[in-house]
């Protein structure tokens, strides 16, 4: 398939009606119960899943589609091939983000382990836009796959990026949401304490609303504490009262208790 589109078997115009009504008609053909379970079932509907996760999303499908109308040249030319055929960090990174854009995402991941994984500079080797959607759509794989760190890591740098000269703009609630769910949910699983508390010393560096700022004042002077550090987490939570984070937490306009 050359893009989520056609594994969806859509036009790039279709309605969310369509998209939906397309999904619902693969989804049903690669059910266990017909196909059987195997890894090869799995992978297609990862596939499908994520072509639907995103098509079904506005700003995720027009980030997308920005993308790849971007990146990839409607010829004759075989460009993946091509590619592949070179061995220089240029072509590594290109490939990449040709894999990525067409579903092949065990390709792409295992393609950037290759290269280095966290120590292989993208930024370097493709143009700014290009490089902000690779390491996007690269970090939600990875989380997909429960690497939630070098999925963090990644998700850090777009963040800073972002907050240095914007691009994905409108975007950006949705990468900023994304960062916040997997951080609360599935990264402190995938960590030490100490690599926990640098993450959460991180977040905080990066100027999120200060209701996440709580949340995670409050994490890292637990994790401190876990780490004996306790100056530390005495000293994070005079921060904390210092900007008025002590206390219960605040409620909502709908009356219910942030997190």
Known sequence: MNNYYELLGVKHDASMAEIKKAFREKAKRLHPDIIGSSSEAESRMRKLLTAYETLSNGQRRYEYDRAYSRFIKVSAFDYRTWLREQ????SQAKLIFFELLHLEEDEAIALWRKNGGMNFP???????EDWMDCAFILAEELDRRGDQYEAFSLLVYIVREERRLPYFRHFTEEIEKFVRE?????????VDDETWAECLETLLALG????DERFWMKSLAQALLALGDH?????????AARRGFSGKSPKNKKGTVEQ
């Open 208 to 211: 999120f609303p200060a209701r």
């Open 122 to 128: 993208m930024e370097q080797y493709l143009g700014r």
């Open 182 to 190: 997997m951080v609360r949910l599935r990264l402190q699983p995938k």
């Open 231 to 239: 100056d530390g987490a005495q000293q994070v939570n005079r921060e």
């Open 87 to 90: 061995n220089d960090p240029i």
